[in-house]
Every structure is written in C-alpha cells, then in structure tokens.
C-alpha cells in the first residue's frame, strides 16, 4: 500500500467517489436512502461536501493512491460529519436532493439520538473512515487510522465513533475501541457507540 497523507483539495472529487462506493452498501446510508439510482447520482456530491468540510480542519488522511479515506474533527471543534448535515438537510441542497423528504425526517431523528448520546468530554472524531471496495483488505483503512490514534494517545484524548456496519466493529475493536452501548431511531438499523481510551505511548505496538 502506498503511504499515508493529509487529503489536499486536489483529491476531493476522487475521494467522494471512492466514499461513495465503500458506503454504498452500508445499512444505515442504504437506510435513508434506498433507491439505486438515486445514490449512483447524488451521492458522490455529499461525500465531495464531507470531504471539503474536514479539509478546513486539516484532518483528512489517505493514501497516495486516494482508495480510501478517514474524516476526523478535533477536540473542541464542532462534530460535523455526515451526522452533521444531516441537521442541515433543509439548507443543504446536495444532501437533501440524495435523502429525499423521507430521508431528511429519518436522518433528524437518527442525528437528535446521536448527539444527546455523544461523549461529552474532550476527544478525537472519527466522522467517516471508507476504502473503495475494490481495495479493501490491504490496510489502507489501517493506515488512515494511525496518525490520529497515535496523536490521540500521545495527547492523552479518547476517540469516539458511531459504527453504521455490524461488520465493522471487530475492526475498530483491533484498534482499541470498544463499544459502549447501540442507538437506534425512526426504525433505523442500529449503531454501535465506540469510544477508544488513549494508550500508553510505551504500550503502543511497533
């Protein structure tokens, strides 16, 4: 795999793409949105809007073959996120052309239960982590995860996420999370709460 670096605005749109197909069959997105040919179309543009709002805070990894993406917000900096826009629907054009009016009520209810669940302490954000299909299983979601992980535990600051995918979990676990309980809302698929405690720097694996 090819190494891991901050995302420039350079790679947005082959970002967005590669976003857009990891999550295009994860149960909570498919959840609100259901229709095909509406997610091969609109999709993209939302996840070219994650992509530029974590920019601004400077903390988007990839690799230099662009597969894959991690989306961080920092401690003390708001959330945002795809949970984010989701509050925003209504002014946000892309992503309410990609919901759709049923979409948009379901997704503010999911964003209400997650935010009066979020951890209120101070902590690193993982709002997005995705790899193209395609190229799963060479570690680049490992990769995008370390810089993060390893400032977090130099820093002595948590890490939390909210897990859209059952499969995902035993990932997040490999990498010190732990999940904290599951929310759902509006009949939505479950998510799983992960919080991940910093590490002694001496514990760290080599």
């Given at each position: 795999?090819?190494?891991?670096?901050?995302?420039?605005?350079?790679?947005?749109?082959?970002?967005?793409?590669?976003?857009?197909?990891?999550?295009?069959?994860?149960?909570?997105?498919?959840?609100?949105?259901?229709?095909?040919?509406?997610?091969?179309?609109?999709?993209?543009?939302?996840?070219?809007?994650?992509?530029?709002?974590?920019?601004?805070?400077?903390?988007?990894?990839?690799?230099?073959?662009?597969?894959?993406?991690?989306?961080?917000?920092?401690?003390?900096?708001?959330?945002?996120?795809?949970?984010?826009?989701?509050a925003?629907?209504?002014?946000?054009?892309?992503?309410?052309?990609?919901?759709?009016?049923?979409?948009?009520?379901?997704g503010?209810?999911?964003?209400?239960e997650?935010?009066?669940?979020?951890?209120?302490?101070?902590?690193?954000?993982?709002?997005?982590?995705?790899?193209?299909?395609?190229?799963?299983?060479?570690?680049?979601?490992?990769?995008a995860?370390?810089?993060?992980?390893?400032?977090?535990?130099?820093?002595?600051?948590?890490?939390?996420?909210?897990?859209?995918?059952?499969?995902n979990?035993?990932?997040?676990?490999?990498?010190?999370?732990?999940?904290?309980?599951h929310?759902?809302?509006?009949?939505?698929?479950?998510?799983?709460?992960?919080?991940?405690?910093?590490?002694?720097?001496d514990?760290?694996?080599?």
């Amino acid at each position: 795999m090819s190494r891991v670096r901050l995302a420039t605005t350079a790679d947005v749109a082959t970002l967005a793409d590669a976003l857009a197909e990891a999550f295009a069959s994860d149960p909570v997105w498919r959840w609100l949105v259901p229709d095909d040919r509406r997610w091969a179309r609109r999709a993209g543009a939302v996840f070219a809007y994650e992509v530029e709002a974590r920019l601004a805070q400077g903390h988007v990894y990839t690799s230099d073959d662009r597969a894959g993406a991690a989306l961080w917000t920092p401690p003390g900096r708001r959330r945002g996120g795809w949970r984010g826009w989701l509050a925003q629907v209504p002014a946000a054009p892309a992503a309410a052309a990609l919901v759709g009016r049923d979409g948009s009520r379901r997704g503010l209810a999911l964003q209400a239960e997650m935010k009066r669940l979020h951890p209120r302490q101070d902590h690193w954000y993982l709002a997005m982590l995705g790899t193209r299909p395609a190229d799963q299983g060479r570690g680049v979601g490992t990769a995008a995860l370390a810089p993060v992980l390893a400032r977090a535990d130099l820093d002595g600051v948590g890490a939390y996420l909210e897990s859209s995918n059952p499969d995902n979990e035993a990932f997040y676990g490999r990498h010190g999370f732990e999940t904290t309980g599951h929310l759902t809302a509006a009949g939505s698929p479950p998510l799983a709460l992960m919080w991940r405690a910093p590490r002694p720097v001496d514990d760290e694996p080599s």
